[in-house]
């Protein structure tokens, strides 16, 4: 079993829909959650980070962290074709050197117009 | 804005070369990464560093080094590319207040044939 295992993609929702993306992990002692987006042939960047059980929510993004169940996820409201891209989830078991996340496969997130 | 530079972007050179893959950041981090990403696969560290002449291997096997000599300057090595080595080579830093954020230089494309 992966300590970070996402969602299977491709992942395909119409422009304005709500696109919901999962991942999961295995440390139960993990305590920083992030979600990167990533362009084809373009490096990660940052989205969301969550560290507590609950709602984040950043304009049209929202993370969601369940630690009991040991899930986090992603939703993206009124999706745009501009979304269209890799999410990836990353998990550390605190909130140092965080470049040393264990980050999932991704999960490829198309948006048609 | 995160201000993190990788040179070259794309690279195409010959067995046996000797390649450096330059880092620079101008946030004043103290922590520096560096990953290997295949296509469509997951962000795979193969170096870190804590800071001034402090380096340590990641997750993943590398035949590069890597040096830290400056804050600022974080290059990887290659004495001798291989084809196996072929892919793209990410840089990041994090900042080092509160819960740390990782920020990602544009990549370099490494092609050996």
């Known amino acids: 079993q992966k300590e970070v295992e996402q969602n299977s993609g491709p992942l395909s929702v119409p422009e304005g829909a709500i696109a919901s993306l999962n991942c999961t992990y295995s440390?139960?002692?993990?305590?920083?959650f992030f979600w990167y987006r990533q362009y084809s042939g373009k490096s990660p960047e940052l989205i969301m980070s969550?560290?507590?059980?609950g709602d984040k929510e950043d304009g049209r993004f929202t993370a969601q962290l369940n630690k009991a169940s040991q899930y986090v996820s992603l939703l993206i409201r009124d999706s745009q074709p501009s979304d269209s891209a890799t999410y990836l989830c990353?998990?550390?078991?605190?909130?140092?050197?965080?470049?040393?996340?264990?980050f999932g496969d991704g999960t490829t997130l198309t948006v048609k117009p | 804005e995160a201000d993190i530079y990788q040179t070259p972007r794309y690279l195409v050179i010959g067995t046996g070369k000797k390649i450096t893959l330059e880092c620079s950041q101008t946030m004043g981090h103290d922590k520096m990464y560096w990953y290997q990403q295949d296509p469509g696969m997951e962000l795979h560290l193969i170096h870190y560093?804590?800071?001034?002449?402090?380096?340590e291997k990641g997750d993943l096997s590398s035949e590069s080094t890597v040096s830290r000599i400056r804050t600022e300057h974080f290059p990887l090595t290659l004495e001798s590319a291989r084809p196996s080595h072929t892919s793209q080579y990410l840089c990041?830093?994090?900042?080092?207040?509160?819960?740390?954020?990782?920020?990602f230089g544009s990549g370099t494309q490494l092609s050996v044939l």
């Open positions: 990353a998990v550390k078991r605190d909130q140092y050197m965080a470049g040393k996340s264990t």
């Open positions: 440390d139960r002692g993990s305590q920083s």
């Open positions: 990041a830093s994090s900042e080092d207040r509160g819960y740390e954020k990782l920020f």
């Open positions: 560093s804590y800071g001034v002449n402090s380096t």
């Open positions: 969550i560290y507590s059980n």
